[in-house]
């Protein structure tokens, strides 16, 4: 059953948006992807025939205008209002708002505009993410890799692949070229501004490829937020909820509200709209869904704008526009003096970041109640339908149940148990056997929670450094120029007051290495402390 399925999603206040690849691209609709299709004189049926035929040929612009367009002149024919809702869902990823963020926010630089593209891994760049340990030449001579490390081991003499002779008990060189795995991201172009020459970050990370793959691709990434967000992030996450809950997101909901006027009609969703639309994870050829079940989707997509605005509760603004220098300069002398160039205001502890947002927080626990009220209103229905067999009701009012504890325990800032088994027995109430863990929604809901000063040891409002040689201690103005790391110490009862249970009871306080030594680590503390 479809509810089911989704529950866990709805439950855990997660939905995301997959980019799945699909064989063949073509080209079809304006700059935004808006398509007209003939609709003259055509039935519902006759219109949705043709989205699927649209869909077989990779016209999924084509085919969402069909589904629209079936909408628009049969909106009481629930299959439209379903295919509809679901169609500009998947339609959100092309909106022109998603598409300036993707492109001017983030960097993808190539992301298209068109589901059609979209839809296709040709607007991915493989990156190369291992080695492929075992490679078979065109003459069809197979053998495994063998790093510089193993060399004189094997007793040979450079890295490559090598096939081994168990009669003669000897390996020959196939190749010295290293062959990789790779995996598809969206290409991340170097910024102009980055130094590539010998002796930088960039150079010895990703130029002279000893970092691969995700690894690689996350610090280009990084690279290029620091490059287009240079104040912080907190108007990207805002443009994030804009541009996700936009124009495709509201037509959506309208579809699902409408539908709700017809809440025993029920369908069965065509297995080619399933997959191309990669919905598999939440729906098969077989379910039979109407109102309760795509309303559940509604809930799920309002968790997560909630989820969005929770974690823009927290100021994630800080002026980065002064380390820029750490992709620019060459290490030594010249690195270090742009390092103490750095105004020790910009510095985290001593500015905003992650401190509270004011008035961000409330609009998420609001966005929660609503996403879990909406989600009840489907179970509420399915107990009392009688197209649902009994064993389906039983499950779905001990799901119900844990719903309005939620809400109350939202509503009062109390402790939320989570259950093994969320569709059997009564809803606990407090820790014990069969109880995986819970949280503290006062806490998860109060503004400020989780800044820095809660997070990690602090003194005046500045951190506490440890440094470590045997048993970690504390870094001062008399030892600090020994100082070979920096460590900050993360408060555990602060996280154990928020994740709750037996896994979090033994936590204690953990040293965190910044990854900050030497000379760094010196200049670092002088700027809180001198």
């Given at each position: 059953?479809?509810?089911?399925?989704?529950?866990?999603?709805?439950?855990?206040?997660?939905?995301?948006?997959?980019?799945?690849?699909?064989?063949?691209?073509?080209?079809?609709?304006?700059?935004?992807?808006?398509?007209?299709?003939?609709?003259?004189?055509?039935?519902?049926?006759?219109?949705?025939?043709?989205?699927?035929?649209?869909?077989?040929?990779?016209?999924?612009?084509?085919?969402?205008?069909?589904?629209?367009?079936?909408?628009?002149?049969?909106?009481?024919?629930?299959?439209?209002?379903?295919?509809?809702?679901?169609?500009?869902?998947?339609?959100?990823?092309?909106?022109?708002?998603?598409?300036?963020?993707?492109?001017?926010?983030?960097?993808?630089?190539?992301?298209?505009?068109?589901?059609?593209?979209?839809?296709?891994?040709?607007?991915?760049?493989?990156?190369?993410?291992?080695?492929?340990?075992?490679?078979?030449?065109?003459?069809?001579?197979?053998?495994?890799?063998?790093?510089?490390?193993?060399?004189?081991?094997?007793?040979?003499?450079?890295?490559?692949?090598?096939?081994?002779?168990?009669?003669?008990?000897?390996?020959?060189?196939?190749?010295?070229?290293?062959?990789?795995?790779?995996?598809?991201?969206?290409?991340?172009?170097?910024?102009?501004?980055?130094?590539?020459?010998?002796?930088?970050?960039?150079?010895?990370?990703?130029?002279?490829?000893?970092?691969?793959?995700?690894?690689?691709?996350?610090?280009?990434?990084?690279?290029?937020?620091?490059?287009?967000?240079?104040?912080?992030?907190?108007?990207?996450?805002?443009?994030?909820?804009?541009?996700?809950?936009?124009?495709?997101?509201?037509?959506?909901?309208?579809?699902?509200?409408?539908?709700?006027?017809?809440?025993?009609?029920?369908?069965?969703?065509?297995?080619?709209?399933?997959?191309?639309?990669?919905?598999?994870?939440?729906?098969?050829?077989?379910?039979?869904?109407?109102?309760?079940?795509?309303?559940?989707?509604?809930?799920?997509?309002?968790?997560?704008?909630?989820?969005?605005?929770?974690?823009?509760?927290?100021?994630?603004?800080?002026?980065?526009?002064?380390?820029?220098f750490l992709w620019k300069a060459k290490s030594g002398d010249a690195f270090l003096d742009s390092l103490?160039?750095?105004?020790?205001?910009?510095?985290?502890?001593?500015?905003?970041?992650?401190?509270?947002?004011?008035?961000?927080?409330?609009?998420?626990?609001?966005?929660?109640?609503?996403?879990?009220?909406?989600?009840?209103?489907?179970?509420?229905?399915?107990?009392?339908?009688?197209?649902?067999?009994?064993?389906?009701?039983?499950?779905?009012?001990?799901?119900?149940?844990?719903?309005?504890?939620?809400?109350?325990?939202?509503?009062?800032?109390?402790?939320?148990?989570?259950?093994?088994?969320?569709?059997?027995?009564?809803?606990?109430?407090?820790?014990?056997?069969?109880?995986?863990?819970?949280?503290?929604?006062?806490?998860?809901?109060?503004?400020?929670?989780?800044?820095?000063?809660?997070?990690?040891?602090?003194?005046?409002?500045?951190?506490?450094?440890?440094?470590?040689?045997?048993?970690?201690?504390?870094?001062?103005?008399?030892?600090?120029?020994?100082?070979?790391?920096?460590?900050?110490?993360l408060k555990a009862n602060t996280i154990k007051a928020l994740i709750l249970g037996k896994e979090t009871?033994?936590?204690?306080?953990?040293?965190?290495?910044?990854?900050?030594?030497?000379?760094?680590?010196?200049?670092?503390?002088?700027?809180?402390?001198?």
């Amino acid at each position: 059953m479809v509810v089911k399925k989704v529950s866990a999603v709805v439950f855990s206040a997660l939905l995301s948006f997959a980019f799945l690849s699909c064989s063949s691209e073509s080209n079809s609709g304006d700059e935004n992807g808006n398509v007209n299709v003939p609709t003259k004189g055509k039935s519902a049926d006759e219109l949705l025939k043709a989205a699927v035929a649209s869909l077989k040929e990779s016209h999924y612009d084509e085919a969402i205008a069909y589904y629209d367009a079936a909408y628009e002149n049969y909106p009481n024919d629930p299959r439209t209002a379903v295919y509809s809702a679901l169609a500009n869902l998947a339609k959100i990823s092309t909106d022109p708002k998603v598409l300036n963020l993707m492109r001017n926010r983030i960097g993808f630089s190539d992301y298209p505009n068109r589901l059609n593209a979209l839809f296709s891994d040709k607007w991915l760049k493989g990156y190369p993410e291992r080695i492929d340990y075992y490679y078979c030449n065109k003459n069809e001579q197979c053998g495994y890799w063998y790093d510089e490390d193993e060399l004189d081991y094997y007793d040979l003499s450079e890295a490559g692949y090598y096939r081994y002779d168990y009669n003669n008990r000897n390996y020959t060189l196939i190749s010295k070229t290293p062959k990789y795995d790779t995996i598809n991201l969206p290409e991340i172009k170097i910024p102009s501004w980055i130094n590539k020459s010998e002796g930088t970050l960039y150079e010895s990370s990703l130029l002279s490829g000893n970092i691969f793959g995700a690894d690689a691709w996350a610090i280009s990434l990084f690279a290029h937020l620091l490059d287009k967000n240079t104040n912080g992030l907190n108007d990207a996450l805002d443009e994030v909820t804009d541009a996700v809950f936009g124009a495709s997101y509201n037509t959506a909901m309208d579809r699902i509200n409408h539908l709700e006027k017809n809440k025993d009609a029920k369908i069965s969703l065509d297995p080619y709209f399933i997959e191309q639309l990669g919905l598999e994870d939440v729906f098969d050829e077989y379910d039979s869904i109407g109102w309760a079940e795509i309303n559940i989707v509604s809930a799920a997509t309002l968790a997560l704008k909630a989820s969005l605005e929770w974690v823009s509760s927290y100021n994630w603004n800080s002026d980065l526009s002064d380390f820029k220098f750490l992709w620019k300069a060459k290490s030594g002398d010249a690195f270090l003096d742009s390092l103490k160039k750095i105004d020790a205001k910009k510095l985290p502890f001593n500015s905003d970041l992650l401190k509270p947002r004011s008035g961000k927080m409330s609009l998420a626990k609001a966005d929660f109640i609503k996403a879990i009220q909406s989600a009840q209103g489907s179970y509420e229905y399915i107990k009392e339908s009688p197209l649902y067999p009994s064993k389906v009701k039983e499950s779905y009012s001990t799901i119900n149940t844990g719903m309005q504890k939620l809400i109350t325990a939202i509503n009062n800032g109390e402790k939320f148990w989570i259950p093994e088994d969320p569709t059997s027995g009564s809803w606990p109430v407090a820790d014990g056997e069969d109880v995986i863990g819970g949280i503290d929604l006062g806490n998860f809901f109060k503004e400020g929670y989780l800044s820095l000063n809660n997070l990690f040891e602090t003194e005046s409002g500045k951190p506490v450094f440890y440094t470590d040689d045997d048993d970690y201690y504390k870094v001062t103005a008399n030892n600090y120029a020994e100082v070979e790391e920096l460590y900050l110490k993360l408060k555990a009862n602060t996280i154990k007051a928020l994740i709750l249970g037996k896994e979090t009871e033994d936590i204690k306080d953990q040293y965190i290495n910044l990854g900050i030594t030497d000379d760094w680590a010196q200049i670092i503390f002088e700027k809180y402390y001198k």
